[in-house]
């Protein structure tokens, strides 16, 4: 299994994978930032490509941004109360030989995510 970096975002409020979700990568330095990449979510709620390629993969500490007011705001379910609006994840990879997979369950009012595989 090569090295790389990728996602999956999964829509509890509505069943199904969040279609159209901006997500943006940073890479972390203490408090400086820099944006790495900004991609939308497919039809299966994952990216095209990976966030980081096997030749892309450094250690390090990465936040990934994922848009879910946006998302929520053009559902067809009426969110007008809706609670979160941009979800940090800030992580390390420790290894970069090694694939990291970081998911996002969503709703309007909460989410969760995990280190996946």
Known sequence: MSA???????????????????????????DRKCLLKSLVTNADGRTDLPLLSSS???????????????YFSKSTIDFRNRFLD??????????????????????????STYRGS
Do not use: Q
Request: proline share 7%.
């Open 56 to 70: 892309e993969m450094k250690a390090g500490e990465y936040e990934l941004v994922f848009f879910v007011g946006d």
């Open 86 to 111: 941009k979800v940090p994840v800030r992580f390390t990879i420790a290894d970069a030989k090694v694939p990291y997979h970081v998911p996002l369950l969503c709703s309007p009012f909460s989410y």
């Open 4 to 30: 790389k970096l990728s996602t999956h975002v999964l829509d509890t409020a509505n069943g199904c994978p969040a279609r159209n979700m901006k997500i943006e990568l940073w890479s972390r330095d203490g």
